[in-house]
T-cell receptor, first 115, second 111 residues
């Protein structure tokens, strides 16, 4: 069964460093998402991406964040200068289409720890 | 502001019990409501509901949506320890490209 994959599973970085989180969505999916979940808190929407551009972003997704689909298969989230409060689990998700009858599939997540 | 509220926040039951989890929402341009189960890591999809009053069922799990009263329930009958997880509700609204998640209900089923 096709699945969304994410690498790395755990990333430890120092404050101020740049990190890139990688995702490979399901191959025939068209819509891609990043979410984060701070430990013990709810899943929060960061950004959605369609047709090689951002469709929507939340207030969390500030200038420190960017997304890219560099080669038609990978979907990356970059945090330019990490802060302690960026420590969270980051989930990538993909969906075949944005209509009433679709499912959103989540990857296993990358745990980002900023020290 | 759009919001999704789940209750209870946590629940402890014994194997064999039946549980009902609640999700209420206040959003503009509701399109669909989704239930997920989150164990150790990523949420896994359970149900998607778009129409009122139509029950979706999968084994011991079932869910229904009430678009007039703006809520959904997730029922789990004959609970098992493997049902222990956080159950997430998310709402998708048309005109946007995002899902709004509730805080989740943490269910613990004791043997």
């Amino acid at each position: 069964e096709p699945e969304v994959t994410q690498t790395p599973s755990h990333q430890v970085t120092q404050m101020g460093q740049e990190v890139i989180l990688r995702c490979v969505p399901i191959s025939n999916h068209l819509y891609f998402y990043w979410y984060r979940q701070i430990l013990g808190q709810k899943v929060e929407f960061l950004v959605s991406f369609y047709n090689n551009e951002i469709s929507e972003k939340s207030e969390i997704f500030d200038d420190q964040f960017s997304v890219e689909r560099p080669d038609g298969s990978n979907f990356t989230l970059k945090i330019r200068s990490t802060k302690l409060e960026d420590s969270a689990m980051y989930f990538c998700a993909s969906a075949p289409r944005v209509l009433s009858n679709y499912e959103q599939y989540f990857g296993p997540g990358t745990r980002l720890t900023v020290t | 502001e759009d919001k999704v509220v789940q209750s209870p926040l946590s629940l402890v039951v014994h194997e064999g019990d039946t549980v009902t989890l609640n999700c209420s929402y206040e959003v503009t341009n509701f399109r669909s409501l989704l239930w997920y189960k989150q164990e150790k890591k990523a949420p896994t999809f359970l149900f998607m509901l778009t129409s009122s009053g139509i029950e979706k069922k999968s084994g011991r799990l079932s869910s229904i949506l009430d678009k007039k009263e703006l809520f959904s329930i997730l029922n789990i009958t004959a609970t098992q320890t493997g049902d222990s997880a956080v159950y997430l509700c998310a709402v998708y609204t048309s005109g946007t490209y995002k899902y709004i998640f509730g805080t989740g209900t943490r269910l613990k089923v004791l043997a």
